[in-house]
């Protein structure tokens, strides 16, 4: 157990935590630390706030919501709005996108300012157990945390320049391209498809496994797969790319089944890397397979006094999982033996157009783990606040008996994201059905759906067949 209330500016001194690390994770792990009287160093090698902030979750949410006024606009004589859609000014929406990270940023450094905290800028590298070494300065701690993010995934049939991209370069286009490739269709590979096609370009998915978001309930996979189909978004699924080359201005991509794709833009978005090379995580005894650092269920590494959060530790890669696993650190180091964070638990959100909610496990996840499941699907045709949205989808409740609890929350649709607080609180408090029956869900709301799921799931349906 760790109580301290010193500074440890001097670097001679012995820090109580010191976190390799300024983003989700690591921020978090500081600030949380710092609350509990403990003197922090936090070493970023770029910018407070990491992916998320700079070149992820922020970013490209700001481009989602550019896509949706954009689509808004076109479609706007349905809704009695006569508007003229011209064209998307890209230099516009960059700008629109990168006050808001910049206003975002300056907030979350004033953060950091304000709360003790050394902050150290540089590359740094484990020198030992307790030590990481910043350029000349060696920052020592009582403890160690590891919280160095992700980067793109790279595919060795295909070369990063020119005009095949990374996530990473793909939120500063300069222009629209009239093709788009994406090379990947998870998390990221939908999100900008849905960004390109709402902003005018001609769209192609191709991934290697046999549906779009594999990972979500296979229901889920199904529905956005004809939602793309409708928006004009062509997918290959089953299939991987043999190679791709300049040709011109533009990439010519070959296919696994010979299939010529040329385009004007290809992106490569086949998920994300740890960033723990040269760390020196190998000499001081830390653990890792294919890179990324194995912990146990309190997030302490192979070497005692070491941690590890986020992208780096094998699981969802998701800024609010890395962020609560920050806090969960600080509160460890500070003795004051947290709760475990339940992966299971963790909502995620895809935010592409129709947006993804997930929390819990799939039907086959439950059918796999209890052997037997028990579904109730409502389609949001009949919820009032989507038919004024004008969009399709569902919510889709599952659960092993007639008599047991919610183990999982499936829902697609636009705007859906917002209904991600309330199904985290039924699956994680283990809510039955019944339960969450009884409460008023607000009326006209798409949260209505997520209270009609549960009264037919309990046998009372009010709006639909039980």
């Given at each position: 157990?760790?109580?301290?209330?010193?500074?440890?500016?001097?670097?001679?001194?012995?820090?109580?935590?010191?976190?390799?690390?300024?983003?989700?994770?690591?921020?978090?792990?500081?600030?949380?630390a710092?609350?509990?009287?403990?003197?922090?160093?936090?070493?970023?090698?770029?910018?407070?706030?990491?992916?998320?902030?700079?070149?992820?979750?922020i970013?490209?949410?700001?481009?989602?919501?550019?896509?949706?006024?954009?689509?808004?606009?076109?479609?706007?004589?349905?809704?009695?709005?006569?508007?003229?859609?011209?064209?998307?000014?890209?230099?516009?929406?960059?700008?629109?996108?990168?006050?808001?990270?910049?206003?975002?940023?300056?907030?979350?450094?004033?953060?950091?300012?304000?709360?003790?905290?050394?902050?150290?800028?540089g590359?740094?590298?484990?020198?030992?157990a307790?030590?990481?070494?910043?350029?000349?300065?060696?920052?020592?701690?009582?403890a160690?945390?590891?919280?160095?993010?992700?980067?793109?995934?790279?595919l060795?049939?295909?070369?990063?320049?020119g005009?095949?991209?990374?996530?990473?370069?793909a939120?500063?286009?300069?222009?629209?391209?009239?093709?788009?490739?994406?090379?990947?269709?998870?998390?990221?590979g939908?999100?900008?498809?849905?960004?390109?096609?709402?902003?005018g370009?001609?769209?192609?998915?191709?991934e290697?496994?046999?549906r779009?978001?594999?990972?979500?309930?296979?229901?889920?996979?199904a529905?956005?797969?004809?939602?793309?189909?409708?928006?004009?978004?062509?997918?290959?699924?089953?299939?991987?790319?043999?190679r791709?080359?300049?040709?011109?201005?533009?990439?010519?991509?070959?296919?696994?089944d010979?299939?010529?794709?040329?385009?004007?833009?290809?992106l490569v978005?086949?998920?994300?890397?740890?960033?723990?090379?040269?760390?020196?995580?190998q000499?001081?005894?830390?653990?890792?397979?294919?890179?990324?650092?194995?912990?146990?269920a309190?997030?302490?590494?192979?070497?005692e006094?070491?941690?590890?959060?986020g992208?780096?530790?094998?699981?969802?890669?998701?800024?609010h999982r890395?962020?609560?696993q920050?806090?969960?650190?600080?509160?460890?180091?500070?003795?004051?033996s947290p709760?475990?964070?339940?992966?299971?638990?963790?909502?995620?959100?895809t935010?592409?157009?129709?947006?993804?909610?997930?929390?819990?496990?799939?039907?086959?996840?439950?059918e796999e783990q209890?052997?037997?499941?028990?579904?109730?699907?409502?389609?949001?045709?009949?919820?009032?606040?989507?038919?004024?949205?004008?969009?399709?989808?569902?919510v889709?409740?599952?659960?092993?008996?007639?008599?047991?609890p919610?183990?999982?929350?499936?829902?697609?649709?636009?705007?859906?994201?917002?209904?991600?607080?309330?199904?985290?609180?039924?699956?994680?408090?283990?809510?039955?059905?019944?339960?969450?029956a009884?409460?008023?869900?607000?009326?006209?709301?798409?949260?209505?759906?997520?209270?009609?799921?549960?009264?037919a799931?309990?046998?009372q349906?009010?709006?639909?067949?039980?």
């Amino acid at each position: 157990m760790i109580h301290s209330m010193h500074s440890a500016s001097d670097s001679s001194s012995v820090y109580d935590i010191v976190i390799l690390g300024g983003g989700s994770g690591g921020y978090a792990c500081a600030l949380r630390a710092a609350q509990l009287g403990l003197s922090v160093a936090l070493i970023e090698k770029a910018e407070l706030g990491g992916t998320c902030l700079h070149r992820g979750c922020i970013p490209t949410k700001a481009l989602l919501h550019t896509a949706e006024v954009a689509d808004t606009t076109r479609s706007s004589e349905k809704f009695g709005v006569r508007a003229t859609f011209e064209s998307v000014d890209m230099p516009a929406a960059h700008r629109y996108k990168d006050a808001i990270v910049a206003r975002l940023y300056k907030g979350l450094q004033g953060l950091v300012a304000g709360a003790s905290i050394d902050l150290i800028h540089g590359e740094g590298a484990m020198a030992s157990a307790t030590t990481v070494k910043v350029g000349e300065r060696a920052v020592a701690g009582r403890a160690v945390v590891l919280a160095t993010g992700s980067q793109p995934r790279l595919l060795p049939e295909v070369s990063i320049g020119g005009a095949i991209l990374t996530s990473e370069q793909a939120i500063h286009v300069p222009a629209i391209p009239q093709r788009v490739v994406v090379l990947g269709g998870g998390v990221i590979g939908v999100e900008f498809a849905s960004i390109f096609a709402s902003l005018g370009s001609d769209v192609t998915v191709v991934e290697g496994l046999e549906r779009l978001v594999a990972s979500e309930d296979a229901s889920i996979s199904a529905a956005l797969r004809r939602a793309f189909g409708k928006r004009g978004i062509a997918v290959r699924t089953d299939t991987k790319v043999q190679r791709a080359q300049a040709v011109g201005d533009g990439v010519e991509v070959v296919l696994s089944d010979d299939t010529v794709l040329e385009t004007d833009l290809l992106l490569v978005a086949v998920g994300r890397a740890p960033v723990t090379e040269e760390l020196g995580l190998q000499a001081v005894g830390v653990s890792t397979d294919r890179g990324f650092v194995t912990t146990n269920a309190r997030l302490q590494t192979s070497v005692e006094g070491v941690y590890a959060v986020g992208d780096i530790v094998p699981g969802l890669q998701l800024a609010h999982r890395g962020f609560a696993q920050g806090i969960f650190v600080a509160e460890e180091v500070a003795g004051l033996s947290p709760e475990v964070v339940d992966e299971t638990g963790i909502p995620r959100v895809t935010y592409c157009d129709p947006e993804i909610v997930s929390v819990g496990l799939s039907a086959a996840q439950v059918e796999e783990q209890h052997g037997h499941c028990q579904i109730q699907e409502i389609n949001l045709g009949g919820n009032g606040k989507s038919q004024i949205l004008g969009t399709t989808g569902f919510v889709k409740i599952v659960r092993a008996a007639s008599d047991g609890p919610v183990l999982g929350i499936h829902m697609i649709g636009a705007r859906m994201a917002e209904q991600a607080g309330e199904a985290q609180l039924i699956v994680n408090w283990e809510a039955l059905p019944q339960e969450v029956a009884a409460l008023i869900h607000a009326h006209p709301t798409q949260n209505e759906a997520l209270g009609e799921a549960h009264l037919a799931l309990s046998g009372q349906p009010l709006h639909a067949h039980s």
